[in-house]
Nanobody, 120 residues
Framework: QLQLVESGGGLVQPGGSLRLSCVGS????????IRWFRQAPGKEREGISC????????NYADSVKGRFTTSRDNARNTVYLQMNSLKPEDTAVYYC?????????????WGQGTQVTVSS
């Protein structure tokens, strides 16, 4: 059974850091690109990053570029989102999602999400 499980969310002060993890199972993790999205209350879901299946390609939304980094460890079937210099406006539910192939493809499967709250 295909599954994506996020973890690592929580409450952090502005300027702090968090690392989210997305563990995949039930599919050949190394083959598929993984995207990260977030959705804040009352706002549309925003795509913020993508990493290719083998990790050789990444892209980022302007809103997180220079602060967030995505990486993957295919031996552990895990994709990470390192978030630094967090701001209150980064508060959202964060989702990882598997695409049909590469970063330009549509999402095939979503994780359940993890809450990130940036507040003093």
């Amino acid at each position: 059974q295909l599954q994506l499980v996020e973890s690592g969310g929580g409450l952090v002060q502005p300027g702090g850091s968090l690392r989210l993890s997305c563990v995949g199972s039930g599919f050949a993790t190394w083959y598929y690109a993984i995207r990260w999205f977030r959705q804040a209350p009352g706002k549309e879901r925003e795509g913020i990053s993508c990493i290719s299946g083998r990790g050789s390609y990444t892209n980022y939304a302007d809103s997180v570029k220079g602060r967030f980094t995505t990486s993957r460890d295919n031996a552990r079937n895990t994709v990470y989102l390192q978030m630094n210099s967090l701001k209150p406006e980064d508060t959202a539910v964060y989702y990882c999602a598997m695409t049909n192939n590469d970063c330009s493809d549509s999402v095939r499967y979503w994780g359940q999400g993890t809450q990130v709250t940036v507040s003093s």
